[in-house]
Structures are given as C-alpha cells and as structure tokens.
C-alpha cells in the first residue's frame, strides 16, 4: 500500500573531502550542501528555483547518480550513455533514504530526453516484454517533444514513484503545464516524491509544494510561492508589460536591467 506522503530521499548532504577549488564543489549551491544537515528534503514535491546557472542541474543530475540513476536519465533500470557530461558531484553526496522503496522511478533531463527515447525504442525492440506499451503505446520520436512527455508522465510515473525532473516545462504549453500540475498532484496523493527544477510560474503554484530558492548569492532557502523569483518577475511582466519592456529597453543594456528586477 503506497503510503499517503512520499518521502524515498530525506537528506542530501555533502562528504567531506571533496576538492573545493573545482567545479561542482565552487558552485556556492554545492557548497552550501556541506553546511550543518544539508539539504533536507520534505514529503511530495520539492521545487529548486534559480537563475540560469545557479547549480540547478548540476545538483539535480548529482542527486540522480547518487541515487543510483543512470546520469542521463531513465529509470534506474537506464544504463546507456552518448556522452558523459555529468560532474563526479554524486559520488561525493550522502543520501539519508526514509522507509519503504519506491515502486517505481524516473529521472528526467530537458537536454537528453530524446537519447531517452531512442533507449525506450531500442529496449522495446529487443524485446522481454511489451515496454512502449508503459510509455503510452507510440514510440515517443512518433509524438512531438511536449505529447511523448505527457504520455511519459500519464502512463509511465505511477504511484508511490520517485521522480527527478529537470525542468519538465521545456517541452510543455501552458495547458500542458497545468495537465502536468494535476498529475503530479495525483501522484504525490499516492505517495509519490517528487524534486523538480523549474522555471515555470505556473509549475510552482502546485498545492503543498516546497520551493527551495538558489539565490544570486548562492543561500539554498526556502521561499513562499509569491516571493520566489519565477512567480515575482512574470507577474511583474503580465501585469504591465508596456512599462516593464520600457524600463528594460530604454535602460540600453539587458544586464542592467536584470539588476532593477532584484
Ligand atoms: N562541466 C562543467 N565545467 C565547468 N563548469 C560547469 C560545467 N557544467 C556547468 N558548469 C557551470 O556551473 C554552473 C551551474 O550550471 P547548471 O547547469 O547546474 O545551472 P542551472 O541552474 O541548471 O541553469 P539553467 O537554469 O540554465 O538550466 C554554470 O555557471 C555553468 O557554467
Ligand atoms: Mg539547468
């Protein structure tokens, strides 16, 4: 019986001895993981918000590997590789896991979901059991990029799953966003955990989710859905976008402006 809150991964923390003159271990994010209890991670869904290149996948994909995920992604059954882009960032986290296994897994990154696909392909066609049929039934290269992804999410995540998104919106409209949200609120109702980076507005006003912010300056603290940086920045946008364009553009420079947003 899956139980009601899902919670597979309780703590991250960082080993000591890891060379801190380096990347991943310079990123302040990283860092911050070293730090009294790490990071801790509640039941249900755990979003991490943060500029571009705040540390977001280098954490996500680290925890991944920890974790015992293929670094590219899949479930951990997944053990293909193109091309090794991942940090050593995983061999040097200690993960706390809570009680009771997860039923099912995934991990998922934006940028090699389609070698992603091309693996489910390739197990469906050598054969062991009908696999495509848990993806939906169509091979996810006969679907566009957002339809393979919600047919992944609908069909393949079940409950009481573990499951590590980066940046999930990549391929979603709107609507598709919000399918999303509903999903990952039935299935965390089923016991299911979830740690997603994302930039999406409409992602982060899940119900009972945590939303953990990489600041500027590198803190890793929890934020209210209408304080984080995603949330703040759109409403600013759609609630006057002629005055926000003009304070952008007539300030001449994009790094400048980017400034007055903070
Ligand atoms: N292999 C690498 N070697 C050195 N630095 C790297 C490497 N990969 C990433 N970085 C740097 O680490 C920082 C964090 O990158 P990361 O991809 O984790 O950011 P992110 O928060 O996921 O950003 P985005 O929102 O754009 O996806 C960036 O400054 C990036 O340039
Ligand atoms: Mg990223």
């Given amino acids: 019986m899956a139980s009601a809150h899902g919670r597979f991964i ?28 790490g990071l801790t991670l509640p039941p249900g869904v755990t979003f991490l918000v943060g500029e571009n290149g705040a540390g977001k996948s280098t954490l996500i994909e680290a925890i991944a590997v920890a974790a015992g995920f293929n670094p ?36 998922l990154r934006a940028e090699s979901y389609y070698n992603v696909a091309s693996e489910i392909e390739r197990l469906d066609a050598a054969g062991g ?37 980066d940046e999930p919106e990549a391929a979603l409209s709107v609507q598709s966003c919000l399918a999303l949200l509903a999903r990952m609120h039935e299935l965390t109702a089923q016991g299911s955990q979830f ?38 920045l759109t409403r600013e946008f759609l609630g006057a976008p002629g005055r926000f364009l003009k304070n952008l553009l007539d300030s001449g420079e994009s790094g ?3 400034g007055s947003w903070h």
């Avoid at 890891?18 to 730090?35: E, H, I, M, N």
């Avoid at 006969?142 to 499951?163: K, M, N």
């Avoid at 999406?200 to 934020?223: F, H, K, N, R």
């Fill in 195 to 232: 740690l997603v980076a994302t930039h999406s507005p409409v992602l982060l006003a899940l119900p009972g989710a945590t939303i953990m912010e990489i600041s500027d300056e590198g803190g890793l603290e929890q934020v209210a859905f209408d304080e984080a940086l995603p949330v703040r």
């Fill in 256 to 258: 400048a402006a980017r």
């Fill in 10 to 37: 309780r703590q991250i923390r960082l080993a000591t001895g890891a060379d801190g003159s380096r990347y991943p271990f310079t990123l302040p994010a990283v860092r911050r993981l070293a730090g009294p209890g």
């Fill in 72 to 107: 590219e992604g899949g479930s951990r059954n997944f053990r293909f590789a193109t091309r090794a882009t991942e940090s050593d960032l995983g061999d040097h986290l200690i993960l706390t896991w809570g009680i009771g296994r997860p039923r099912t897994d995934f991990f």
């Fill in 129 to 165: 059991g009908p696999l495509l049929s848990a993806y939906g039934g169509v091979s996810p290269h006969e679907r566009s990029h957002g339809e393979s992804f919600l047919d992944l999410v609908t069909h393949r995540f079940g409950p009481a799953g573990l499951y590590l998104l």
